[in-house]
């Protein structure tokens, strides 16, 4: 099955983000656009940023806000200025609302973003928020408090919006079976109504899913859940839509140390209907992690290894996902490894019949910030952003609150 281009622009980014895609230039000159202290604006940024037509960088902290350290995390804006970005945070999470955003926030070309808590809200079990445009800031609304056991809870992904406005994600837990849920809001009067288009954990079908989704012409739905699979080490699944029903297919079974284990990150997806993507370890004797493509092949998909990262200088437990370049390349992050053991930005080149793997720039755990968690976004000018958990400062008991980063070419 052939992705359409909206998948292929597929880990959710804004709706009105440049999606000129990166060529091949060399990109080495990182500059730290923001580095956090655990006050209003926040800290520990897991989620990714989003890159607005304006030039202003978008995203969510897990930790800090009105509460400072110990707080449920906060929305934040850094607009361009004539001295760099001025930095503004838009909202701070109280908990009854949400806590804990790890996700990127998505827009669905009104202005209007949307993002997911890991926990908080009524029932503790995590929220579907919307964020609309109000003056110079944002007005936030719950739009759905998850339960747990009947429709999910702890929703890590990314959303996806579809053409009616209709949202959906998944929840890592929750659901019949325990394993999670692919879940579905549907607009209904001034408000929205949930329901749950599959339910993980059943059998070998995998289990609790970190990622969003990415969607094909058809209306066909492609993830990845963590755990479970016939070999419990994850799994990359389709959802097949017939009418308002899905059935679930299982494209790869992964199996440790053979192809890799535990893919955290959404799917990327080619012209081609190729699907790509990454797994924190497994994938040879080393164990540190893979970038995995499958092929299609008739009416199923043939799985391999892109590269296997070593442990040394190229990175090792790659958590986020790939930015697919127009030129066929692929931008990546590792959580650690690199020259400095606190990560790297990564580039993936084809070359012949492989994939040659380059470290475009290392962490140094100091100002430049360490460890990332979140994939890479780019704007028309072919510059990568990113976000580091830790480093950037002396905070957050001496780590770092981490930072939202820049490489130019």
């Not at 001034?190 to 339910?199: L, R």
């Not at 059935?247 to 081609?272: C, K, N």
């Amino acid at each position: 099955m052939r992705l359409d281009d909206r998948a292929m622009a597929a880990l959710a980014i804004l709706a009105s983000v440049s999606l000129v895609g990166l060529h091949a230039r060399a990109l080495s000159r990182e500059t730290v656009l923001f580095r956090f202290s655990g006050g209003t604006h926040g800290a520990n940024p897991y989620g990714g940023v989003a890159v607005l037509s304006s030039g202003a960088v978008l995203g969510t902290t897990y930790d800090g806000g009105q509460r400072r350290r110990g707080g449920f995390g906060t929305l934040y804006l850094l607009a361009p200025s004539s001295n760099g970005y001025t930095t503004k945070a838009l909202y701070s999470f109280s908990g009854g609302d949400g806590a804990y955003p790890t996700a990127r926030l998505i827009g669905d070309g009104t202005g209007s973003l949307y993002g997911t808590t890991v926990a908080g809200g009524s029932n503790g079990a995590g929220t579907v928020f919307k964020l609309t445009p109000a003056g110079q800031s944002y007005t936030l609304t719950v739009l759905y408090d998850f339960r747990g056991a009947p429709d999910g809870a702890t929703p890590y992904g990314e959303l996806l919006v579809d053409e009616t406005g209709a949202l959906y994600g998944t929840t890592f837990a929750g659901g019949t079976f325990g394993g999670g849920t692919v879940f579905k809001l549907t607009p209904s009067g001034s408000g929205y109504s949930e329901s749950v288009a599959y339910n993980f954990g059943s059998g070998t079908d995998g289990a609790n899913p970190y990622a969003g989704l990415i969607e094909d012409s058809s209306g066909d739905f492609y993830g990845t859940t963590y755990f479970g699979g016939t070999y419990s080490d994850g799994t990359v699944f389709e959802l097949l839509r017939s009418g308002s029903e899905y059935s679930e297919i299982v494209l790869h079974d992964f199996q440790g140390d053979f192809d890799g284990a535990y893919p955290w990150s959404a799917l990327t997806a080619d012209g081609a209907g190729s699907l790509y993507g990454t797994t924190v370890n497994g994938g040879g004797p080393h164990g540190y992690g893979t970038v995995f493509k499958l092929t299609p092949y008739g009416s199923s998909y043939i799985e391999s290894i892109a590269y296997a990262f070593q442990g040394g200088s190229d990175g090792i437990n790659p958590y986020g996902g790939l930015w697919a370049a127009l030129d066929g390349e692929f931008y990546g992050t590792t959580y650690g490894g690199g020259s400095f053991g606190l990560g790297s930005v990564y580039r993936l080149r084809h070359s012949g019949s492989r994939y040659v793997e380059s470290v475009l720039y290392s962490f140094a755990g100091g100002l430049d910030g360490a460890h990332p968690w979140a994939g890479l976004v780019a704007d028309g000018s072919g510059a990568l952003y990113g976000t580091t958990v830790l480093g950037g400062s002396s905070a957050c008991g001496g780590g770092g609150c981490g930072t939202v980063f820049r490489l130019k070419p």
